[in-house]
């Protein structure tokens, strides 16, 4: 998925502010790197990956923008 600056910043505003379709989008665009650091042993580990997506979700709305 290609975005510009813009749509970034206006998905990321939307995620910061609670809509879900925005963290969803923003989960998507991260889900390489969040796999990237589920790995344990050469494979996914689905609880870390989990773990990992429910932390950004809990906590985006600190982001400060």
Do not use: C, W
């Not at 990321?12 to 790995?39: K, Q």
């Not at 042993?41 to 400060?64: C, P, W």
């Amino acid at each position: 998925m290609n975005l510009s600056a813009e749509e970034f910043q206006r998905i990321l505003e939307g995620a910061v502010a609670g809509r879900h379709s925005d963290l969803e989008t923003i989960l998507e665009l991260y889900l390489p790197l969040i796999n990237r650091f589920s790995m344990v042993d050469g494979e996914i580990d689905e609880d870390l990956r989990q773990y990992l997506m429910i932390h950004i979700a809990l906590n985006i709305s600190k982001f400060v923008l």
